[in-house]
Antibody, heavy 120, light 108 residues
Framework: QVQLQESGPGLVKPSQTLSLTCTVS??????????WSWIRQPPGKGLEWVGY???????YSNPSLKSRVTISLDTSKNHFSLNLTSVTAADTAVYFC????????????WGQGTLVTVSS | DIQMTQSPSSLSASVGDRVTISCRAS??????VNWYQQKPGKAPKLLIY???NLRSGVPSRFSGSGSGTYFTLTISSLQPEDFATYYC??????????FGQGTKVEIK
């Protein structure tokens, strides 16, 4: 069965880079039927799309974050990663990774989420 | 950018009630709207995709409709496990993937 699991530091200092990895099992991230996405949720607030990556390595990011976001694939480890640079307290959120079906683009499988706090 | 506006932001209802949540897009998104349910401390779960298609395993009391700029999610008979927050999301273009602000369904 498909499973996604986020991992990474729970605390990042302001101005530094937030780095998270999503390990996928039950499906290959090289599968052409899917995008691989990051979505975040500040405490007590709604969901915000961060970006996603296709098996080709093409990426799409939220315009409000675009210049700070890098998403990459590691097919040998079947995981994908998020780097968010120059973080501030506004980047404090639960970060979810999710699988997105290519032709309809709904997110059908999600990781449990990981809380990242930006604080000195 | 496409904006998705849900209403109401919250509602109180009783078990057995029929509940409808609406979602309006700032421009046409055809039928590319998905609906998710989220319970506290959990990841969202997909309920409905492309406006009206029920995901496998989701109870049939959930239904979706709409096209263009106006969409609805209906729960025909609210059950105790349905108390949660619901989000619409548009997926019309590759460069946009916007969520509504959420609707919290609470027990009356």
């Amino acid at each position: 069965q498909v499973q996604l699991q986020e991992s990474g530091p729970g605390l990042v200092k302001p101005s530094q880079t937030l780095s998270l990895t999503c390990t996928v099992s039950g499906v290959s991230i090289s599968n052409t039927d899917y995008y691989w996405s990051w979505i975040r949720q500040p405490p007590g607030k709604g969901l915000e799309w961060v970006g996603y990556i296709f098996h080709t390595g093409d990426t799409y990011s939220n315009p409000s974050l675009k210049s700070r976001v890098t998403i990459s694939l590691d097919t040998s480890k079947n995981h994908f990663s998020l780097n968010l640079t120059s973080v501030t307290a506004a980047d404090t959120a639960v970060y979810f990774c999710a699988r997105v079906i290519t032709w309809r683009r709904e997110a059908d499988y999600w990781g449990q989420g990981t809380l990242v706090t930006v604080s000195s | 950018d496409i904006q998705m506006t849900q209403s109401p932001s919250s509602l109180s209802a009783s078990v057995g009630d029929r509940v409808t949540i609406s979602c309006r897009a700032s421009q046409s998104v055809s039928n590319y709207v998905n609906w998710y349910q989220q319970k506290p401390g959990k990841a969202p779960k997909l309920l409905i995709y492309t406006s009206s298609n029920l995901r496998s395993g989701v109870p049939s009391r959930f239904s979706g409709s709409g096209s263009g700029t106006y969409f609805t999610l209906t729960i025909s008979s609210l059950q105790p496990e349905d108390f949660a927050t619901y989000y619409c999301q548009e997926s019309h273009t590759s460069y946009s993937y916007t969520f509504g602000q959420g609707t919290k369904v609470e027990i009356k």
